[in-house]
């Protein structure tokens, strides 16, 4: 399945859905209103522009996703690493350390993670 392409604003909206759904949309309007700043026709906007693509559904006046954080999460990043890096992860986790301490329990985790990919599981 394809996950949607979701814009920043968008993202921002889809985290306070994935926090509370499914919620009704006029309680999501109040929520984007304190903590985003948007105007009610605003998230109405969102809200109809992700159901048509796919992200979400509205029926009887209430929202939930259609897509997960996490899916969301790694098709951004499988398309950022495939623009930026030409698909290279090695290239990707070279870039990233550059810049960034990385603790022995990171380590150990991406180890694992490894670890548990080349068994299959």
């Given amino acids: ?3 949607p392409k979701i814009f920043e604003s968008e993202y921002r909206f889809c985290l306070i859905l994935w926090e509370c759904e499914p919620i009704k949309s006029s ?3 109040d929520i984007c209103k304190e903590r985003l700043g ?3 026709t605003t998230t109405y906007t ?3 522009r992700l159901a048509e693509r796919g992200v979400l559904k509205n029926e009887n006046t209430v929202v939930t996703s259609l897509v997960s954080k996490d899916q969301v999460q790694a098709a951004e990043l499988n398309e950022m690493v495939e623009k930026t890096f030409e698909g290279s992860v ?3 986790i070279a870039a990233f ?3 960034h301490k ?3 329990a990171d380590i150990d985790a991406v180890q ?3 670890d548990r990919f080349r068994k299959g599981e």
Wanted: net charge positive.
């Fill in 90 to 92: 090695p290239a990707f």
């Fill in 1 to 3: 399945m394809d996950i």
């Fill in 102 to 104: 990385i603790s022995d």
């Fill in 97 to 99: 350390t550059k810049n």
């Fill in 38 to 40: 948007w105007k009610p």
């Fill in 27 to 29: 309680r999501l309007v």
């Fill in 46 to 48: 969102v809200i109809k």
């Fill in 112 to 114: 694992q993670m490894i």
